[in-house]
């Protein structure tokens, strides 16, 4: 459920919902950052890039959600996916541009919080197969 929550919270723009599901030093990766970042970092920029009034975002779990519990309190999910983003806004062309993953691996590990909350302590999202951006239209 809380990887379903991941992208459901991207799609339905919430601000401030992403925040809420990194611990204080989570690390994140994913396809379009060259670098790993703070999940709370990574999530102000998804917020800024997808959560724009004209963008639009859709994901699909594409495979059985894999659990594997590393103790008490931690948890392991592996999945693939498929995303697709429209309407992204390029600030600095001032152009708007498609981003789709066709074919990418989820990977999280889940830690409960003080008050029994599933938080994200590590976030690696990858892709496989990419389309080209493309243009909106």
Excluded: W
């Excluded at 990574?42 to 724009?52: G, H, M, N, P, V």
């Excluded at 001032?94 to 976030?123: C, M, P």
């Amino acid at each position: 459920a809380a990887v379903r929550q991941y992208f459901t919270a991207m799609a339905d723009k919430n601000p401030g919902e992403l925040m809420k599901m990194y611990a204080y030093a989570a690390l994140t990766v994913n396809p379009f950052s060259p670098r790993p970042e703070l999940g709370q970092v990574a999530a102000a920029r998804r917020e800024r890039e997808y959560f724009k009034p004209l963008t639009r975002f859709h994901s699909e779990i594409t495979s059985p959600i894999e659990v594997q519990f590393l103790a008490d309190k931690v948890a392991l999910a592996v999945h693939t996916y498929r995303s697709y983003a429209k309407n992204l806004e390029d600030p600095i062309r001032g152009k708007r541009y498609n981003r789709s993953i066709l074919d990418g691996r989820g990977t999280h590990v889940f830690v409960l919080d003080s008050e029994g909350k599933l938080i994200l302590a590590h976030q690696h999202l990858s892709d496989i197969c990419r389309t080209p951006l493309e243009p909106a239209s």
